[in-house]
């Protein structure tokens, strides 16, 4: 599992690293230029949606103390207070990920999850594991070509302490996300920020995640 865990967060920052939008004017070590092709700032393909999907839903629902070593000895497995949330806490690499989610979605979403941990708790679950099988294509809003809906067939499986599966359920969720400029990044303390901002550098940001209803 351990290896599994390893390979998702090298894999994230290597899929967050290749599709970052290429410049107009591309600078050579050599000291000589070439032109690249320029996009409009909104412009998403779906291969862009669908890798922001896949690297940063996991982190969200992230429930372990089984983390690579650099994440283990940072402590992203830790708690922290969430800002303005009153007694709310929760775990860094969950905090770090709703920033990858609108401001009006972040509150509610971080407000569900001590609940989340509490019951994983009372279970003697000690990891939850998103894992994603399907994405749909992007549908545009109406009227709103900068934003879109994403239907996600997922399963959160459910480990006990010596690693054994103890339980898994559906998790098919509709995704509703818009292009965002790219932020700016002044600083990044800490790996799961680090690995966080790579994701976010797609410029894109999650609105609201919703129950899938059954067609």
Known sequence: MLVLLVS???G??????AKQPQPALVQMVNGK??????VEWDLRTEATIHSFIEEILPLLRWESNK?????AQSGENKLVKVPLLGDVSVSRINYAASFAL??????AYLQSLPKLYSGHSKQDIQE???QISSLSSPQVVKMNPRQWTVDAISTLKYFGDGNELVDMEPYNTRIHLKAV???KFVMEPTPAVRLVNGI?????????IEPLLEQ
């Open 8 to 10: 998702f967060f090298q």
């Open 12 to 17: 994230a920052t290597l899929f967050s690293l």
């Open 33 to 38: 230029s070439i032109i690249g092709q320029s």
């Open 67 to 71: 983390l690579p070593k650099e994440f």
């Open 102 to 107: 609108s401001d009006g979605f972040m509150k």
């Open 128 to 130: 939850v594991v998103l």
């Open 181 to 183: 400029r790219q932020p």
């Open 200 to 208: 976010r550098a797609a410029g894109l940001e999650i609105t609201l």
